[in-house]
């Protein structure tokens, strides 16, 4: 891992980049994030401590305003935390810049969203590059690892569609194609099956324990019982606390043959 | 990367086709005028050195000077001081008369045309080009002689003749109150293109003719300036000083008093009037790549604030604050660079369809072209500025929860 990613920018990268040395991916320490609305204050996370394991595949789950939005943007580095430390991969992150964060979301963190967020009018293809192109890699592998990548998700036919073109269950899987760009030791994941039928979503989760069994960290903020099933550790939130922490006998993925896109099938591989 | 930008800018403009030929026609308009009025400026310039060319650059006067008060009859010129500056200067000069000219109605029959006569020495065609046509140029014989003849070009023997071919046929025109015959010898014509007709008229009803210069100005005659042209045009300025120290001595008066009225000069006057007129008025053109400017900045925002999620997007992938920066700066400035070059296109046409319905040659600089293009980008980078950062500045959480 280290070696790929020190090989990746033409500049030298920063240390929290390039060190990999904790086996807690992600370490929180009386994380504490306050909304300030002015009049008031809003406690969105009341001192959570919390630790995921590298290889680990849990749900966050908890309702509307338990906090759980709030811990996921804060764990994806989209947000700071007001008070207490943020370690990701053994990296304090809690008081970066942004341009800082820019850079550990863009080698460490790929996002899956609820909304699929793949830049519209853009091919497939061009999507999965776009984390790549901002890691300064050259054009010819980042096409070959983008291809690679569509190929892992069993849209190897259509990386060049446009995402108007493709169903929602298709556009999940580029967007996780995309979040793997980089090979981020995590995958973080916003209400994933959120816009999608009961069969895509089956078929996201089974790529995202798939994922999992290859060694990839797995975060699923969901709400719903049937995702959270999927996983091997179920997170609780509410009213910004953890309620419960807990481990989880993951469901069974089905066969292959009954896979819903028959025609070419989910290919997993090993990379 | 940059082409990377460049890639996504251009898809960008494809997307919103309509949107961006719209911002960009501010800049379109801007830089087609520029180019066409410093275009039209140049062609300006280089028409008039084609006509000064033709005049003669190394063609000068020689006059006492207007600023002078207590002028005298000495001041003025003899034939006498022609003939001792051909003395002393001899080959430097190639030609030189009295600067006479008289103008006359000239009858023939029934025909009355009224004619201009320029006194001119044997030797006028060493310095001006003649196309003569029919019969002979004036020679020695009639300016020593004093014979009235005379040597026309062919639409002014058409206005008085009725008929090109006018050798031998005579008139009869009043010259200083003396009523003569005088001889049609020769018959040039004249070459003017259509640019210089409508910039001098061209002649339909008068006429002109050469006479000897002799018959205009007479030995005792005082006359107002000497016309020159000096053999080398590298050695003229040294030899018009020159002859102008020699004349001034002669008359008693210092160097300074005495005006030499250059061909040069005068082309360099209004080369300069012309280029300081294509400069305004492109100046005020410029303005309008300022509006130009404006409009992108506009719809740069509008773009902004639509792309507000794609932003959200793209930062959630790792851009900074630098990439989606100059993603935006690449796409207001190639949208303005482009209609730079659209601008640049029409207005260069516009000047050489212009230039070849007068029959001239525009003259386009490509210096002026890509100084004019690379302006064009610089407003759109610079009305870029302020959109982008605002674009890179936009808060991720906020810009992927924008619908």
């Known amino acids: 891992m280290k070696s790929i990613l020190g090989g990746l920018g033409r500049k030298k990268l920063p240390d929290y980049i390039t060190d990999n040395i904790s086996e807690d991916l992600i370490r929180l320490e009386d994380l504490v994030k306050v909304y300030d609305t002015g009049a008031l204050k809003v406690l969105g996370l009341k001192r959570i401590n919390l630790t995921i394991h590298r290889g680990e595949f849990v749900a966050i789950m908890g309702q509307s305003g338990s906090g759980k939005s709030t811990l996921m943007n804060i764990l994806g580095c989209l947000d700071r935390p007001s008070m207490g430390h943020y370690y990701l991969d053994g990296v304090d992150v809690a008081a970066m810049d942004s341009d800082e964060l820019s850079l550990i979301r863009n080698r460490k963190i790929g996002f899956v969203f609820q909304s699929f967020n793949l830049i519209s009018r853009t091919s497939a293809l061009k999507n999965v590059e776009l984390p790549m192109t901002y890691a300064r890699k050259n054009k010819k592998l980042r096409e070959e690892r983008a291809r690679q990548l569509l190929a892992r998700v069993g849209l190897g036919k259509r990386a060049e569609h446009m995402p108007n073109e493709l169903s929602g269950g298709q556009r999940q899987r580029v967007a996780i194609a995309r979040a793997l760009a980089n090979e981020p030791p995590l995958l973080l994941a916003d209400e994933p099956t959120g816009n999608l039928d009961t069969a895509a979503s089956v078929e996201i989760m089974e790529l995202f324990s798939q994922l999992h069994k290859e060694g990839t960290t797995v975060v699923v903020v969901t709400h719903e019982e049937e995702i959270a099933a999927f996983t091997e550790r179920i997170i609780r939130f509410r009213d910004g606390e953890v309620l419960s922490d807990s481990p989880n006998v993951p469901r069974e993925p089905r066969g292959r043959d009954s896979a819903p896109d028959a025609e070419e099938g989910i290919e997993l591989r090993d990379t | ?403």
């Not at chain 2, 507000?308 to 700066?329: H, N, P, Y």
């Not at chain 2, 386009?364 to 004019?372: D, T």
């Open chain 2, 1 to 403: 990367m940059l082409w990377e930008n460049m890639l996504m800018a251009f898809s960008a403009i494809r997307v919103n086709k309509m949107r961006s030929f719209l911002t960009m026609l501010g800049i379109i308009i801007g830089i087609g005028s520029v180019i066409s009025i410093v275009s039209i400026g140049d062609t300006m310039k280089s028409v008039f050195e084609g006509l000064y060319r033709e005049i003669g650059v190394t063609q000068a006067y020689l006059m006492i000077g207007y600023w002078v008060d207590d002028r005298r009859q000495s001041d003025f010129f003899t034939l006498d001081d022609m003939a001792r500056i051909k003395e002393l200067f001899g080959d430097e000069i190639a030609y030189m008369d009295s600067n006479a000219y008289a103008s006359a109605d000239a009858l023939y029959g029934r025909n009355k045309v009224k004619f201009s006569f320029d006194g001119i020495d044997y030797n006028y065609p060493d310095v001006q080009k003649i196309n003569l046509v029919h019969g002979r140029f004036l020679n020695e014989g009639d300016i020593l002689g004093r014979r009235k003849n005379v040597v026309m070009d062919t639409v002014s023997a058409q206005n008085l003749f009725g008929e090109e071919n006018a050798v031998g046929k005579t008139f009869r025109t009043t010259l200083y109150g003396n009523v003569d015959e005088y001889t049609v010898v020769g018959i040039y014509r004249k070459e003017i293109s259509p640019f210089q007709a409508m910039m001098m008229g061209a002649n339909e009803e008068g006429g002109e003719a050469y006479v000897p210069y002799t018959l205009l100005t007479w030995p005792n005659d005082y006359f107002y300036a000497v016309r020159l042209f000096a053999a080398d045009e590298a050695q003229m300025d040294e030899l018009y000083q020159n002859i102008k120290i020699f004349v001034a001595k002669s008359k008693g008066r210092k160097p300074e008093d005495f005006r030499m009225n250059t061909v040069q000069d005068e082309m360099g006057s209004v080369n300069g009037m012309l280029g300081g007129m294509a400069m305004a008025v492109g100046g005020i053109a410029a303005i309008s790549l300022l509006v130009g400017g404006i409009g992108i900045m506009n719809i740069m925002l509008v773009s902004v604030t639509e792309r507000t999620r794609e932003i959200g997007i793209r930062k959630s992938l790792g851009a900074r604050t630098k990439d989606i920066m100059i993603q935006f700066l690449t796409e207001s400035a190639i949208i303005s660079a482009c209609g730079g070059m659209i601008g640049t296109l029409l207005g260069g046409g516009l000047v050489m369809i212009g230039g070849s319905m007068m029959g001239i040659t525009a003259v386009i600089r490509p210096g002026v072209v890509a100084l004019a293009v690379g302006f064009s980008a610089v407003v759109g980078l610079f009305f870029g500025i302020y959109p982008a950062s605002k674009a890179a500045k936009k808060d991720p959480i906020e810009a992927l929860r924008y619908e």
